[in-house]
């Protein structure tokens, strides 16, 4: 079970995780520019993270990095894909966990990225109102990849594009059931992210989550980071 109080080395560290889509990084860079944040962003680390892995600590990363990407993307079913994607079984969080340990206290970290799972974050985070999944249902995550022109940046580098693309959202889909039901067993919280909430009142929604409280007349410029200089 996870202590009361969490890590105290990383007391100054807030945390978004959930599905890909669900505009993590939008509202991180928001309450970045309102409370003074530094932001580390997961998504910035991943190719440094795969040049430090090794294979016997991060087996299912480097059989990843050895498949081409119809291999990767087309020929495996979404429920292997999900299963064995090295980021969403938590290979490599030492890492992340690792930067943030050498950045400064001053400015607070705000961490977002869908590699922060729910099981690995919590004993970080103890019962402090420190973190929060949003996730995004299929159709969301749909039309936030359509607004990103992200939709076929993957699947367009395969032999199939619309087999990719449908193996992509179904396991991605499946991660965030995972992650829902991994959170509700830990009685973490999360959001919903189905186009309801604008991007003002999901990042209000998250702030208060996170245990953000708004400095009257204070709006400080955004800082961010990928990993320690």
């Known amino acids: 079970m996870p202590s009361s109080t969490g890590d105290a080395r990383l007391a100054h560290v807030r945390w978004i995780g959930g599905g890909s889509g669900a505009g993590k990084s939008t509202v991180a860079r928001r309450l970045a520019d309102t409370h003074g944040l530094r932001v580390y962003s997961c998504d910035a680390t991943i190719s440094e993270h795969g040049r430090r892995s090794d294979p016997t600590r991060h087996p299912l990363l480097h059989s990843f990095m050895a498949m081409d990407m119809d291999q990767r993307w087309v020929t495996r079913p979404p429920e292997v894909m999900e299963r064995t994607f090295p980021w969403f079984r938590g290979e490599a969080f030492e890492m992340i966990v690792d930067d943030l340990l050498r950045l400064p206290l001053d400015p607070p ?4 990225g ?14 402090q109102p420190r973190a929060v999944w949003l996730l995004p249902t299929p159709d969301f995550r749909i039309s936030a990849f359509d607004r990103r022109g992200f939709t076929w940046e993957i699947p367009g580098r395969t032999g199939d594009p619309p087999r990719a693309l449908a193996n992509l959202l179904d396991r991605d889909r499946l991660f965030t059931d995972q992650v829902a039901e991994e959170a509700a067993a830990l009685g973490l919280p999360v959001v919903h992210v189905d186009g309801e909430l604008g991007v003002e009142a999901l990042t209000e929604r998250t702030a208060k989550l996170l245990g953000l409280t708004t400095r009257a007349g204070d709006r400080p410029g955004p800082r961010s980071t990928s990993s320690p200089a």
């Open 114 to 127: 869908f590699r922060l799972l729910p099981r690995l974050v919590a004993p970080l985070v103890g019962r």
């Open 109 to 112: 970290v705000l961490v977002e």
